[in-house]
C-alpha cells in the first residue's frame, strides 16, 4: 500500500502553515505597533456647516427664526389678530439688539378688515440674493407669509445694513415685499 504523501510533501505542506502563521503574526504586531505609535485614526464626519430654521404657531400667533447674514439669526413673529409681522435681530457682539424690522401684511395678502378668524402661515427659507451697490442690502434668508383663507401669499426681505452691524449700530426699518401672489387658483365661496 502506497502511504498517502510521502515525508517530503508533508515537510512542504507543514513548512508553508509555518510560513503562513508567521506572515500572520507579524502583521498582526506590525498593526499593534502602528497604533500605539500614531494612536487609533479619529472616525469623523466631513465638516458640514448646518443652518436650521424653526417655525412654530398657534391659534394667533406665528414664530419663525432665520439666518440674516454672517451667522446672525433672526427671530420673526406675525401676530394674526393685527397682521403685523416683526423681525427681531440680535447683535452676537454685543448681546444688545441688532435690529428691529416690521412689516404689516394685512394689505398685501388681501385679508378683509376686521376677519375675526385670520388664519396665516409662515416659513423661512435661506436665499442669497443679488448684492447691489447699495449700503443696503437684503439679508441671508426670506420670509414667506401665506393667507390660508385666500390662498394668496407675500415674501419678503430685510434690507440688512452690514456696515452698521460691523460698528455695533442698531437697525431698524421696514421689511421689503418682494414679490405676492397666489397659490390658489379657485375661489372659494363664503370667504
Not at 424653526?54 to 391659534?59: K, L, R, V
Request: aromatic content about 10%.
Amino acid at each position: 500500500m502506497r502511504k498517502w504523501m510521502t515525508a517530503r510533501a508533508r515537510g512542504a505542506l507543514v513548512a508553508g502553515f509555518g510560513l503562513g502563521a508567521l506572515l500572520g503574526v507579524g502583521l498582526l504586531v506590525g498593526s499593534w505597533a502602528t497604533l500605539a505609535w500614531f494612536g487609533a485614526p479619529a472616525f469623523t464626519f466631513p465638516e458640514t456647516a448646518l443652518h436650521a430654521t424653526a417655525t412654530d404657531s398657534g391659534d394667533t400667533f406665528a414664530i419663525a427664526t432665520g439666518l440674516v447674514a454672517d451667522g446672525i439669526e433672526g427671530i420673526f413673529f406675525l401676530d394674526f389678530l393685527t397682521g403685523d409681522m416683526q423681525c427681531w435681530v440680535i447683535n452676537g457682539r454685543t448681546g444688545q439688539t441688532g435690529g428691529y424690522f416690521v412689516q404689516n401684511v394685512v394689505a398685501d395678502l388681501g385679508v378683509e378688515t376686521g376677519r375675526k378668524n385670520p388664519q396665516y402661515l409662515m416659513v423661512t427659507g435661506q436665499a442669497l440674493m443679488q448684492r447691489g451697490t447699495s449700503v443696503l442690502k437684503p439679508c441671508d434668508s426670506l420670509v414667506y407669509v401665506a393667507d390660508a383663507n385666500t390662498g394668496n401669499f407675500a415674501v419678503y426681505a430685510l434690507p440688512w445694513n452690514r456696515q452698521a452691524t460691523a460698528v455695533n449700530r442698531p437697525q431698524q426699518a421696514p421689511m421689503v415685499l418682494i414679490f405676492k401672489g397666489s397659490a390658489r387658483n379657485l375661489d372659494i365661496r363664503g370667504q
